[in-house]
């Protein structure tokens, strides 16, 4: 299983420090072949010692250059970095970046060798429509993108999950990843509102092969309720 920690525009510098200490203290009963990210906001990145991986939760699809208010791929070698989320409903929907946008971001990061965590996921209205057209709408957030890409993991995040409480349904999750699956061959995770209370549940589910996780991660106690279930 992968465990994703997306802290979003949460946590600081020093809290993030804090953070990645605790959960390095206490990944030590996780099972080996279990994976752990966290993806912390760009001004805490650093080189953290520890037993899981750290990723940027965006970048510019540049080295270096005259981007204001962007980063490239120069500063996040300075830590390291080489793991990227790409497409999240937050900076599509509210950032407003286009899937043109995104396809290119992808090939960039894609070019640079980066591991790619790339997320889909529909509204409310799409899946009230039916798997059918939940379908056409995730495929379609593959337009530009080369599925094949040998370090590449999808992220199946339905947005109407996302920071709500309301999780998709084990049904809604089986029926969605059993037909990803035959998109992408490709480890899928699935994300919105996973916590404690659901991670036996979701974890359980076939072609469930990790979760990308927000409002639970920002705690470690919370984070590791997860990865140690
Ligand atoms: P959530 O966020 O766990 O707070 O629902 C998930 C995500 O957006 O990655």
Partial sequence: ????ANFKTNHTRQSTKNYMQDLQNKLSN????DKVYVFPPLTALDTFEGDFTVGTQNAYPVENGAFTGEVGVEQL???NINSILIGHS???DI???SQEDIAEKFAFFKEQGFEIIYCIGES???REEGIEAVMTHLVSQFEGIDTRYENFVVAYEPIWAIGTGRTASVDEIT???NAL???VDKPLLYGGSVKGANIKDIATIENVDGVLVGGASLKTETFLELVLH
Wanted: glycine share 4%.
């Fill in 1 to 4: 299983m992968i465990y994703a």
């Fill in 30 to 33: 996780k099972k080996t072949e």
């Fill in 175 to 177: 029926e969605t990843h």
């Fill in 77 to 79: 070698a300075e830590f």
């Fill in 124 to 126: 409310l209205e799409v």
């Fill in 90 to 92: 937050e900076r599509r």
């Fill in 95 to 97: 950032i407003g970046e």
């Fill in 181 to 183: 699956k035959k998109v």
